[in-house]
């Protein structure tokens, strides 16, 4: 770890891996979302396996759940996606496509959350606009987070790139985020990649990494 100004900067993967600097993200793995992807269910049991690994060793646990306002209560920006997404050309035509208390809209059972997990639910593409994500983190005191989850091209990237504004180190487990088609996963690993900011790594690497952190956390 190296220092500046009192400050402690970590540096590689295994600096920054440790319950008190990092918590892990689950992105939007909903009943609705989660079948949308040929690679869905591959991305369940990943996320299955790093959940446990976190859980065993400490890590503060986030999902994120993307819902929908009624068409009742909701503004030009859902109005004009939802047109886009469900090909309409009136906005009267579109209809919500899962709202906060639909069943859809719940984390698949497999990964379901626990209760010293929290779930944070969100309008937009990026988990850190208009929640509190930003505020949890901050004050834990943690400058990182591992994120996984669908869908990288729609809102893990956008969830990456804000969280590099706030001054977060992101951490991007690869084989466990999961985009629509190969082409629009591998662009979006090339953007984050061409920032130099992000870490990318495998679930492997990550969850051999999770209880080493635990055991620096706990000063052995």
């Given at each position: 770890?190296?220092?500046?100004?009192?400050?402690?900067?970590?540096?590689?993967?295994?600096?920054?891996?440790?319950?008190d600097?990092?918590?892990?993200?689950?992105?939007d793995?909903?009943?609705a979302?989660?079948?949308?992807?040929?690679?869905?269910?591959?991305?369940?049991?990943?996320?299955?396996?790093l959940?446990?690994?976190?859980?065993?060793?400490?890590?503060?646990?986030?999902?994120?759940?993307?819902?929908?306002?009624?068409?009742?209560t909701?503004?030009?920006g859902?109005?004009?996606?939802?047109?886009?997404?469900?090909r309409k050309?009136?906005?009267?035509?579109t209809?919500?496509?899962?709202t906060?208390?639909?069943?859809?809209?719940?984390i698949?059972?497999?990964?379901?959350p626990?209760?010293?997990?929290?779930?944070?639910?969100?309008?937009?593409?990026?988990a850190?606009?208009?929640?509190?994500?930003?505020?949890?983190?901050?004050?834990?005191?943690?400058?990182?987070?591992?994120?996984?989850?669908?869908?990288?091209?729609?809102?893990?990237?956008?969830t990456?790139?804000?969280g590099?504004?706030?001054?977060?180190?992101?951490?991007?487990?690869?084989?466990?985020?999961?985009?629509?088609t190969?082409?629009?996963?591998?662009?979006?690993?090339?953007n984050?990649?061409?920032?130099?900011e992000?870490?990318?790594?495998?679930?492997?690497?990550?969850?051999?990494?999770?209880?080493?952190?635990?055991?620096?956390?706990?000063?052995?």
């Open positions: 770890m190296k220092s500046a100004y009192g400050i402690s900067v970590p540096g590689d993967l295994r600096e920054i891996c440790s319950p600097r990092a918590a892990i993200i689950v992105y793995m909903q009943a979302i989660v079948p949308q992807l040929a690679d869905g269910q591959s991305i369940v049991r990943g996320c299955q396996q959940l446990a690994a976190a859980r065993a060793n400490g890590y503060r646990i986030f999902y994120t759940r993307h819902i929908f306002l009624p068409n009742a909701a503004g030009v859902q109005f004009r996606r939802a047109m886009v997404w469900q050309d009136d906005p009267m035509d209809k919500p496509l899962f906060a208390t639909s069943s859809a809209s719940k698949v059972p497999e990964l379901a626990t209760e010293d997990d929290v779930v944070i639910e969100k309008i937009t593409m990026s850190f606009e208009g929640t509190y994500l930003d505020i949890a983190f901050r004050d834990a005191n943690l400058v990182a987070f591992i994120i996984a989850g669908i869908a990288l091209e729609v809102g893990i990237e956008p990456i790139r804000q590099l504004d706030l001054n977060y180190i992101p951490i991007i487990i690869s084989d466990l985020c999961g985009a629509k190969e082409e629009a996963r591998l662009r979006s690993l090339a984050l990649r061409a920032t130099g992000v870490i990318e790594t495998s679930s492997s690497e990550l969850i051999a990494l999770l209880a080493q952190g635990s055991k620096r956390a706990g000063g052995e």
